[in-house]
């Protein structure tokens, strides 16, 4: 089993350097904890291409397979309706290269929309998820096309992992960030940056929606049930191997919290912030809010990235 290396984050963020935007960082209100407060920062990576992380981890892949000489003609597949799919559809047009992209039939309209707006090839297949990522496998065996997936690659997790290179820069004596957690690619990817700098990682996720927990619990990657008002972007029914391995190390914390926590956080990101989020954001900061959540001590510096905001705002 891998495991991601620093320098292979550290390469990520030189290939795309100027070609995704450097994250914004915002000094919000302190949060009160025992004995005094914290100094908490928010990252708005939902201000990112494609609103959210993914656009890192999708250039990188298909930058690294262009410098290495592997990026077919065919182009890159992908069987995602989510932010992924979004941020393969965008790189592959940075890059002049077609994307294919398989939903399952029952998938939304303006998925759909989306996905063709930023000129993807969008094929319809099945009734399930599991349908339209056996018609991308085959696809990708016909043509040629480069296979990419959600998070559970090597690039894509790198790529993710260079949000918080910038973060080192942006926030001098940080101590701790916080991620939200749903196959694991953000997660390994910071948390492997994090490590080297001695920083501690928070991986929060749903308490019905906990693939890297559940891996952590079993010593091994694992299916889990999903249910979750953030489950159309955190729900991975399993964590990567990536993802286990860096969560097993020392300085990393994994924590649930529960969708009602989950939806105050975000409620509160647009009450107090006027930052419009979708629920994988709300986790984080639910990470550092919440009664099962991370407690800092007094002093300790907190950065939460604000991962996606591909929401209808409608409800807030
Ligand atoms: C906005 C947002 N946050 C967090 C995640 C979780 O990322 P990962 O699967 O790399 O853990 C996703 C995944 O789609 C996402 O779209």
């Not at 559970?152 to 940080?174: K, Q, S, Y």
């Not at 690619?185 to 991986?203: D, E, K, S």
């Not at 191997?241 to 969560?247: Q, S």
Request: hydrophobic share 45%.
């Amino acid at each position: 089993m891998g495991e991601l290396s620093y320098a292979e984050i550290k390469a990520a963020a030189t290939r795309i350097a100027g070609r995704v935007r450097p994250v914004t960082v915002t000094r919000a209100d302190d949060l009160a904890v025992d004995g005094g407060a914290a100094e908490l920062y928010l990252a708005l990576e939902f201000t990112q291409h494609t609103g959210t992380f993914k656009a890192r981890g999708a250039q990188n892949f298909l930058l690294a397979h262009r410098e290495a000489g592997t990026l077919p003609a065919a182009g890159v597949t992908i069987a995602s309706g989510g932010n992924a799919g979004l941020a393969c559809a965008w790189a592959a047009r940075e890059q002049a290269v077609p994307a294919t992209v398989f939903l399952p039939a029952t998938a939304p309209q303006v998925k759909v929309q989306r996905l063709r707006s930023y000129g993807a090839d969008v094929r319809l297949v099945g009734a399930e998820y599991a349908d339209a990522l056996t018609a991308c496998l085959e696809f990708a065996d016909v043509t040629g096309a480069l296979a990419s997936h959600a998070y559970d690659h090597p690039d894509i997790a790198a790529g993710a992992g260079t949000v918080m290179i910038e973060l080192l820069e942006r926030i001098h004596g940080l101590d701790t960030v916080v991620v939200a957690v749903g196959g694991g690619g953000l997660f390994a990817g910071v948390a492997t940056v994090a490590q080297q700098h001695r920083i501690r990682t928070i991986a929060v996720e749903p308490e019905n929606c906990r693939a890297l927990n559940a891996a952590l619990q079993a010593g091994r990657p694992v299916d889990v049930p999903l249910n979750s008002v953030a489950a159309d972007s955190l729900g991975a029914r399993r964590a990567s191997d990536l993802a286990l391995r860096a969560a097993q190390h020392e300085g990393v914390r994994s924590v649930l919290v529960t969708d009602a926590e989950i939806v105050r956080a975000r409620q509160a990101l647009w009450d107090d912030y006027r930052f419009a989020v979708e629920h994988a954001a709300g986790t984080g900061l639910a990470g550092v809010r919440s009664p099962t959540g991370y407690r800092p001590s007094a002093g300790e510096k907190v950065c939460v990235v604000l991962c996606g905001a591909n929401t209808d705002p409608a409800d807030l």
